[in-house]
C-alpha cells in the first residue's frame, strides 16, 4: 500500500518530457549561437571600416595641413608637390614635398628626403584644380573585407604669406 501511494504521489519529468526539453534547449541554442556569430561578424567588419576610414582622414589632414602653406603647387594626376612657407620641427624641409599614390604598394606616400607612407589600402588618389588656385584632393580606399570609402575634401594655399 504504501509503495503504491509514493508511486501516485511521485512528481517528476518522464523520459519524454525531458527528451523534448533538452530538443527545444538545442533548438534555442543552435539560433543563438548563430545570432551571436553574426552580430560579431558585423562588428568585425564595422571596426574594419572605421580603421581605413581614420587612416584615410589622417593622411588627407596631414596633406592639408601642409598644403595650405603652400607657395607653389604642382599637380600630377596622382600626386601633389609643392614648396612651403615654413617648416615644422619634426620636418625642416620646406621644397619639393610630395604626396604621391604608388599603385604598386597601394599606398599614398609623402616625399621629403625620406619616403613615408602615410596611407595603406589605397587604390586611388587624385588632385585637381577646378580654377582660382583651389585643389580637390579625392583618395579610394579598400578593405581587406571588401569595404570601400571614397574621401573628398578641399584646400586652398594662402599663397603668399608675410609674418610681422
Keep these: 500500500m504504501e509503495w503504491d501511494r509514493r508511486i501516485r504521489d511521485a512528481r517528476g519529468f518522464t523520459l519524454i518530457e525531458m527528451i523534448m526539453a533538452i530538443v527545444l534547449a538545442g533548438i534555442l541554442g543552435g539560433f543563438s549561437i548563430q545570432y ?23 593622411a588627407l589632414e596631414l596633406l592639408l595641413r601642409e598644403a595650405r602653406t603652400a607657395q607653389s603647387v604642382t599637380i600630377t594626376a596622382t600626386s601633389i608637390t609643392f ?13 619639393g614635398i610630395t604626396y604621391s ?6 599606398t ?3 616625399i621629403s628626403g625620406s619616403t613615408q607612407v602615410v596611407a595603406s589600402n589605397v587604390t586611388s588618389f587624385s588632385v585637381t584644380e577646378p580654377g582660382m588656385n583651389f585643389y580637390l584632393v579625392s583618395l579610394q ?12 575634401t578641399a584646400v ?6 608675410t609674418f610681422s
Excluded at 101 to 106: E, L, S, T
Excluded at 141 to 152: D, H, T, V, Y
Design 36 to 58: 551571436v556569430q553574426e552580430i560579431a561578424s558585423m562588428n568585425q567588419t564595422v571596426a574594419g571600416q572605421k580603421d581605413l576610414v581614420d587612416d584615410g582622414k589622417l
Design 83 to 95: 614648396n612651403k612657407v615654413t617648416a615644422y620641427p619634426q620636418d625642416t624641409n620646406i621644397t
Design 101 to 106: 599614390f604608388n599603385a604598386g604598394n597601394n
Design 108 to 110: 599614398l606616400e609623402r
Design 141 to 152: 580606399m579598400n578593405g581587406p573585407q571588401g569595404e570601400s570609402f571614397q574621401i573628398k
Design 156 to 161: 586652398k594655399p594662402r599663397g603668399d604669406i
